[in-house]
Nanobody, 120 residues
């Protein structure tokens, strides 16, 4: 059994910053890729940042230069530092991780999401 829990969402003014965290727990053998997705009202879920097991990060064009993703493998934790936030960044942010469990299963896992609201 594996769980992902996001934290750090909230209400912020345009131009402000937030730092999201996602921690994985449970019967984890190993974690490969991790990532952040978001879903804005009325829109499809989109990839925001993907972080490989080695720490290489790729970003959606809409957040390049403003968001920074990172991971701490020792803590099984993923981070997303969001700066210069815009109203269009509003949405539910989800953590994703590809995890091998102690029971031998491997698959994509999702957190419940954390809401980010950016006001103008």
């Amino acid at each position: 059994q594996v769980q992902l829990v996001e934290s750090g969402g909230g209400l912020v003014q345009a131009g402000g910053s937030l730092r999201l965290s996602c921690t994985a727990s449970g019967s984890i053998l190993s974690i490969n890729a991790m990532g952040w997705y978001r879903q804005a009202p009325g829109k499809q879920r989109e990839l925001v940042a993907a972080i490989s097991s080695g720490g290489t990060t790729t970003y959606a064009d809409s957040v390049k230069g403003r968001f920074t993703g990172s991971r701490d493998n020792a803590k099984n934790t993923l981070y997303l530092q969001m700066n210069s936030l815009k109203p269009e960044d509003t949405g539910i942010y989800y953590c994703n991780a590809d995890i091998r469990t102690l029971g031998g299963r491997y698959g994509r896992n999702w957190g419940k999401g954390t809401l980010v609201t950016v006001s103008s």
